[in-house]
């Protein structure tokens, strides 16, 4: 079984450009999650979906940042434009339900803002 | 709201020794547990998680963890330890039900030869 996708593995840019990640998660999994793990920190929540649906992105910066999951499968995480703080890995999980019990994570993108 | 405390950064650790990385929560209500490994550059993998039932869990890679609700807490243990551990460890919470896991700062294994 495949699990969940991340690309591209690393991606470097200029600041004020933007740039996106695109995740596919393992089959039939219905909640995805994007994280952010900035340097020596562990992963934080910017939003998760059910489905098609965002439930819960209440820490996702909105002035800048986006996502979608249209048809409730693959998701596209976006930032423009893009700021120096904003480099990190940002990591995306998928789960067959609601609940965090059963959580995998792709190998996450590693973005570096110049 | 729920949140993890990882006590130590950093433990260098010599090969065939025994290891502790120590996690406390806090929580009000009732919470699940895990305790996930990140080798370089890759993604985060579960090691244990603690729902119900016996306080002692085992993990892979020969980890245990135990659930200690009066003192809060959820070590990570490991009784010998080999170079190929080497990685950062986090401990994550989350409450009964449909929540997101918290991350705790991590903490770095670094196992010496």
């Known amino acids: 079984e495949a699990g969940v996708v991340q690309s591209p593995r690393y991606k470097i840019i200029e600041k004020k450009q933007p740039v996106a990640f695109w995740c596919n998660p393992i089959s039939g999994h219905n909640t995805l999650y994007w994280y952010r793990q900035n340097l020596g920190q562990g992963p934080e929540l910017l939003i998760r979906y059910e489905n098609e649906e965002a439930v819960d992105d209440s820490q996702l910066p909105k002035d800048r940042f986006s996502a979608e999951r249209l048809k409730g499968v693959d998701s596209t995480l976006k930032i423009q434009p893009a700021e120096l703080g904003d480099s990190a890995v940002y990591l995306c999980?998928?789960?067959?339900?609601?609940?965090?019990?059963?959580?995998?994570f792709g190998s996450g993108t590693q973005l570096s803002v110049l | 709201a729920q949140s993890v405390t990882q006590l130590d950064s950093q433990v260098p650790v010599f090969e065939e020794a025994p290891v502790e990385l120590r996690c406390n929560y806090s929580s009000s209500v009732s919470v699940y547990l895990f305790w996930y490994v990140q080798y370089p550059n890759q993604g985060l993998q579960l090691l244990l998680k603690y729902l119900s039932g016996s306080t002692l869990v085992k993990g892979i890679n020969g980890f245990e963890a135990e659930f200690n609700k009066s003192q809060t807490s959820f070590h990570l243990r490991k009784p010998s330890v080999h170079i190929s551990d080497t990685a950062e460890y986090f401990c994550a919470v989350t409450l009964s039900g449909n929540t997101p896991l918290v991350f705790g700062k991590g903490t770095r294994l670094s196992v010496i030869a």
């Open positions: 999980a998928s789960s067959p339900g609601g609940g965090s019990e059963k959580l995998f």
